[in-house]
């Protein structure tokens, strides 16, 4: 099995640390930003073997399976013998986004 992470998903987790890293600057290390986001990309790739598909519980990732490793949720599809993972978003993040008007 192949996997191709898409750069929105590799954005995402980034995003994340740099900004956990920006708000508890004098007590999160550079060291745990990088293991922390190298964790969150690795779990990718239990993807369809240890981690499970399950049906999407947000409306943005309608028409993708989503899987949960960690505090890290994935939208991902499988073209083939490829696993294509399109998006990521934190335990903490997982709402439905308010509609603007």
Same mark, same amino acid.
């Given at each position: 099995?192949?996997?191709?992470?898409?750069?929105?998903?590799?954005?995402?987790?980034?995003?994340? %640390?740099?900004?956990?890293?920006? +708000?508890?600057?004098?007590? !999160?290390?550079? =060291?745990?930003?990088?293991?922390?986001?190298?964790? /969150?990309?690795?779990?990718?790739?239990?993807?369809?073997?240890?981690?499970?598909?399950?049906?999407?519980?947000?409306?943005?990732?309608?028409?993708? %399976?989503?899987?949960?490793?960690? +505090?890290?949720?994935?939208? !991902?599809?499988? =073209?083939?013998?490829?696993?294509?993972?399109?998006? /990521?978003?934190?335990?903490?993040?997982?709402?439905?986004?308010?509609?603007?008007?």
């Amino acid at each position: 099995m192949r996997y191709v992470l898409k750069k929105r998903c590799l954005q995402k987790v980034a995003r994340f %640390y740099h900004n956990v890293s920006k +708000k508890y600057k004098h007590t !999160y290390s550079e =060291e745990l930003l990088h293991q922390n986001i190298d964790n /969150a990309i690795n779990s990718v790739f239990q993807i369809e073997h240890t981690i499970l598909r399950r049906e999407p519980t947000i409306k943005r990732w309608e028409g993708y %399976y989503m899987a949960h490793a960690g +505090k890290w949720y994935f939208a !991902y599809t499988i =073209e083939g013998e490829k696993i294509v993972v399109h998006d /990521a978003c934190h335990a903490q993040n997982m709402h439905e986004e308010e509609e603007k008007e």
